[in-house]
Every structure is written in structure tokens, then in C-alpha cells.
């Protein structure tokens, strides 16, 4: 019995490891455990997942402004794209220099899942690029944000094992009815909607080609998630990022000169617009993917869309865009909603690490 009492408190200790695991895999649980004296302080333990996957969405707000007032100034959306993932790879190889990180993860197959994740986010990123040249941007985003958080919630639980129980089924809903209010897609608002929807019927095989990329991309992004997520337990996450941006760098200049022409002498309002972009867009991917080594799946694609708030605070500061009723509904469903998610988190890491000291 004694031998059978002392295994079991190391195997949850095991289990937990890597919430305090660095770069480098080495084990640094006794350092981690000094953070939590007290129940109290175990709360903080699951703050700064929480904190990073809201940045990650409110970088993510900033990095689509942006977006807008480049396409203003004549900047394709792809040529941006390009830009930011050059910035990625650029802020990852200080981590292969500097701190002597391998680009090869010990597994071969987990190196070949990070080029694979690698090819998958490019990929979602093109679908979702190409969906707005057949539908508008509210519906797309409606439809690749919406649908992201269920199906990470649902291959979470497929391949990580993760529970997704009835409060995330309840947040779920509430997420789609958010961004339904939100984006009001002309499909099912009709005259409601905030797009125009003058070449609806004429272009109803376009608008379901545009949905089709948008929820494909929302999909394959969900995949890129829980691979991370997958991954980030065993690599580092330069070797992650490098993946990452390089095959993007190799896959956008291909896409962006298929569908149009770059633009590279560029005034110099439209530069600082560019370079606010690739800023804003880098800090989201960075701190989405270090949110992943801490938070699930689930929770961290749940507590990034908190982007539509930002983006609505955004619009009232920059474009005087004003909220309606039906923003203002949709934008407190996002906000409980939210709040719900990072209070679970929250306590969630509190009861493991409580359970984890018995």
C-alpha cells in the first residue's frame, strides 16, 4: 500500500509537468509550485493563458484595422499577409540563434506535424482571403469565427481528450447568437444587414462558393489549433512559428500575384499602416500560440473572439461607426460569454493544481 500511496501524488505531479515546463523541455515544476502558497494564488496560475489568448484577440482587432485602411490605400490583403509572416520568421530566429533551439523536433513526426501545421494555417489564411472576394467581411468573419471555437471544441476532445462539458456547449451557443447579431448576415437579415446586398440573387453561386471558403477555412485553422496545442507539449514554439511563417512566405507571394498585383512603392501613410499591421498581427500569433501551451484548445479559440468587442470599439474611435441595438446585444453575449470562459479557466487550473497537491 505505501509503494502504491507514494506512485500516485508523482503521477499527477507528472501530469501537470508541463504547465511549468520551459523552451528547453527541462522540468521546472518545483519553481511553478512556489507560484501557488495558497489557494488564492492558484487562481493567478491560469491568468496568464487567459491574458494572452485576449490579446491575442484584441492584436487581432488591431491587425484587421489596419488591414482595412491598407485595402483603402491600394495594398492587397495577400501582400500584407506576406509582410507579417516575414516579421514571424524574423522574430523566431533570435530563438535558434541566441537560445540554440532546433527547428527538428526529437520525433520525426512531430516535426512532420509542425510543417503540416505549417501548410494548414497558410492554407486557411488563403480560404479565408479569397472568401471575401465572393462575399462581404461581416459575413465572412461571422462565419470563421463563429464556427472555430466548435470545431476546436469538438477535435480538442476527439484527439487531445479534452472535456468539453455543458457550460462550453451553453458559451457555444451563446457565441454563434453573438456573432449573428453582430455580422447579421445579409443571407438570413436580409434589409437588416449592414452590407449591401444589391447582387444577392445575381450572385448566389459566388456567395455560396465565399460561405464555403470561409467555414473550410474556419475549419483547417481548427486543426492548425488542436495540432499546436498537440505539439507544444513535446517543441518549442520558435521551431512552431518558424514552420509557421516560412511555408506562408512560400505560399502568399504564389496566391497574391494569381489574384492580383503587389503593390511595393508604397507613400509613406500607407507604409506606417502596413508596419502597424505586421505589429499588431504578430503579437496575436504569438501570443495565441503561447496561450496554447497553457490553456485548452477550446478555451483559448473561445476567449479570442473577443475581437468583435474590440472591433466594435474600434469602429465607434476610428470610423464613428456607432453600435445599434442589435450590436449592442451581440457585443454583451460576447462579453458574458467571455468572462464565463476566463472565470472556468480560472478555477479549472485552480482545482488541478489543488488536486495535483493532495
Known amino acids: 500500500m505505501r509503494i502504491g500511496e507514494e506512485e500516485e501524488p508523482q503521477k499527477k505531479k507528472d501530469t501537470m509537468v508541463t504547465l511549468f515546463e520551459n523552451l528547453d523541455g527541462e522540468d521546472e515544476y518545483k519553481e511553478g509550485q512556489k507560484l501557488c502558497p495558497t489557494e488564492t494564488s492558484c487562481v493567478a496560475v491560469g491568468i496568464p493563458g487567459v491574458i494572452l489568448a485576449l490579446l491575442s484577440g484584441c492584436a487581432f482587432s488591431?491587425?484587421?484595422?489596419?488591414?482595412?485602411?491598407?485595402?483603402?490605400?491600394?495594398?492587397?490583403?495577400?501582400?500584407?499577409?506576406?509582410?507579417?509572416?516575414?516579421?514571424?520568421?524574423?522574430?523566431?530566429?533570435?530563438?535558434?540563434?541566441?537560445?540554440?533551439y532546433s527547428i527538428f523536433a526529437k520525433?520525426?513526426?512531430?516535426?512532420?506535424?509542425?510543417?503540416?501545421?505549417?501548410?494548414?494555417?497558410a492554407a486557411a489564411d488563403c480560404f479565408w482571403f479569397v472568401s471575401l472576394s465572393y462575399?462581404?467581411?461581416?459575413?465572412?468573419?461571422?462565419?470563421?469565427?463563429?464556427l472555430a471555437p466548435i470545431f476546436t471544441g469538438i477535435l480538442s476532445a476527439i484527439v487531445l481528450k479534452e472535456k468539453w462539458g455543458s457550460f462550453e456547449v451553453v458559451v457555444a451557443h451563446v457565441n454563434i447568437v453573438a456573432f449573428l447579431l453582430l455580422k447579421r448576415p445579409m443571407i438570413l437579415f436580409g434589409d437588416l444587414s449592414p452590407e449591401s446586398d444589391e447582387d444577392y440573387e445575381e450572385s448566389f453561386g459566388f456567395l455560396l462558393l465565399g460561405t464555403f471558403m470561409a467555414c473550410l477555412s474556419s475549419f483547417i485553422q481548427s486543426i492548425v489549433t488542436v495540432t499546436v496545442r498537440f505539439l507544444d507539449e513535446r517543441v518549442n514554439i520558435f521551431a512552431v512559428v518558424f514552420y509557421q511563417a516560412f511555408i506562408a512566405i512560400i505560399?502568399?507571394?504564389?496566391?497574391?500575384?494569381?489574384?492580383?498585383?503587389?503593390?511595393?512603392?508604397l507613400d509613406a501613410m500607407t507604409a506606417g499602416i502596413c508596419v502597424g499591421n505586421v505589429i499588431a498581427w504578430t503579437i496575436a500569433n504569438w501570443a495565441f500560440y503561447y496561450a496554447l501551451q497553457i490553456e485548452k484548445a477550446a478555451t483559448v479559440s473561445f476567449l479570442r473572439n473577443i475581437n468583435v468587442l474590440?472591433?466594435?470599439?474600434?469602429?465607434?474611435?476610428v470610423w464613428k461607426v456607432f453600435p445599434t441595438v442589435l450590436d449592442i446585444i451581440g457585443g454583451s453575449h460576447v462579453l458574458t460569454g467571455t468572462i464565463a470562459v476566463a472565470m472556468s479557466a480560472c478555477y479549472s487550473r485552480r482545482a488541478e493544481i489543488n488536486n495535483m497537491s493532495l
Do not use: H, Q
Open 62 to 100: 488591431t491587425a484587421s484595422l489596419f488591414l482595412l485602411m491598407a485595402d483603402e490605400g491600394g495594398v492587397p490583403n495577400f501582400e500584407i499577409l506576406f509582410l507579417g509572416n516575414i516579421a514571424l520568421l524574423i522574430e523566431a530566429v533570435p530563438g535558434f540563434l541566441c537560445l540554440k
Open 251 to 265: 505560399i502568399s507571394p504564389v496566391v497574391m500575384n494569381l489574384i492580383g498585383t503587389p503593390v511595393w512603392d
Open 310 to 317: 474590440v472591433t466594435l470599439i474600434l469602429d465607434c474611435i
Open 135 to 146: 462575399i462581404p467581411l461581416g459575413t465572412s468573419t461571422a462565419i470563421n469565427l463563429g
Open 107 to 121: 520525433d520525426l513526426i512531430d516535426t512532420f506535424l509542425m510543417i503540416t501545421a505549417g501548410i494548414g494555417r
